[in-house]
């Protein structure tokens, strides 16, 4: 049973920092692409960042370009999603989530995590 744990959210000011993790069990994700997607209130599901297991390629909504950094760790089975400069605009429940395809479409996802709630005040 493949399972997505994130960890990591909180409250935090405008220009500071939160380290985002998901650990992730259940089955071997070498060919996995891994994704953050987070949802603010009253908005839809957005694409923040995502990274191949395999070969670690990265791209990022261009929303986070630049401040955020999306990582794995193989030997935790963990991936890291290090946002930096944060802005009240990032306040959402960010979501890890896994799947077959190199896409940026929430559609394409298999698995999901239950989401962490991150807020940054003004």
């Known amino acids: 049973q493949v399972q997505l744990v994130e960890s990591g959210g909180g409250l935090v000011q405008a220009g500071g920092s939160l380290r985002l993790s998901c650990a992730a069990s259940?089955?071997?994700?070498?060919?996995?692409?891994m994704a953050w997607f987070r949802q603010a209130p009253g908005k839809e599901r957005e694409f923040v960042a995502r990274?191949?297991?395999?070969?670690?390629?990265?791209l990022y909504a261009d929303s986070v370009k630049g401040r955020f950094t999306i990582s794995i760790d193989n030997a935790e089975n963990t991936v890291y999603l290090q946002m930096n400069s944060l802005k009240p605009e990032d306040t959402a429940v960010y979501y890890c989530?896994?799947?077959?395809?190199?896409?940026?479409?929430?559609?394409?996802?298999?698995?999901w995590g239950q989401g962490t709630q991150v807020t940054v005040s003004s």
């Open positions: 989530a896994a799947g077959d395809y190199l896409s940026s479409l929430e559609g394409t996802y298999d698995y």
């Open positions: 259940g089955r071997t994700f070498s060919g996995y692409v």
């Open positions: 990274i191949t297991w395999r070969y670690g390629r990265t």
